[in-house]
């Protein structure tokens, strides 16, 4: 058994789109492409084969490791969460100490993590660290850089 997730109703919704995609589209594609380049001749000097089978198993490996952590994930109620405190799924607003830069994090399963959109996984030092605390706190975090000081300023629901 793989490790349990926890995730939205629309993170959960998504690997469940791109699942039907990976099975629905891209398996037929790839299945096409290995039958056209079996079609061309010799498969022991048959480059395009080789290409395709490979791409195969990439897909093949995609596809089941995703239907793991589709296995895997638990989707919560949002509407009986918490907001006194730091958790999954809140929306925290952090200043760092030192230099007084303010960010926003949501904090989200590994599966939901974009830092591009300022969605960090719960397994992130500075999201562990975070865990648990209220508006106001000061939370020291170990981070590859060393230590940082951060007050929390706001947690809100994720949207």
């Known amino acids: 058994m793989g490790k349990l997730s926890y995730v939205t ?7 469940m789109a791109e699942l ?11 299945t096409r492409e290995i039958a056209d380049a079996r079609d061309k001749g010799d498969l022991s000097e048959n480059a395009e084969y080789d290409a395709a089978k490979e791409a195969q198993g990439m ?12 296995q895997n994930s638990r989707v919560i109620d949002e509407s009986k969460l918490d907001y006194s405190s730091v958790q999954i ?9 030192k230099n007084n830069a303010q960010m926003e994090y949501a904090i989200v399963s590994e599966a ?3 830092l591009k ?9 500075i999201a562990l660290g975070l865990l648990g605390k209220k ?24 949207n």
Request: aromatic content about 2%.
């Open 59 to 70: 897909l093949e490996m995609k596809i089941a490791q995703l239907q793991n952590t589709i």
């Open 112 to 114: 939901e993590a974009d």
């Open 117 to 125: 959109k300022g969605r960090i996984s719960i397994n992130t030092p």
């Open 20 to 30: 039907e995609t990976l099975k629905t589209v891209q398996r037929p594609a790839i």
């Open 89 to 97: 799924l809140s929306k925290v607003k952090i200043k760092n100490i």
């Open 135 to 158: 508006v106001g706190d000061k939370v020291e975090v170990t981070v590859p850089s060393g230590v940082m000081e951060f007050e929390i300023l706001e947690i809100n629901p994720l």
């Open 9 to 15: 109703e629309d993170g959960f919704k998504r690997m």
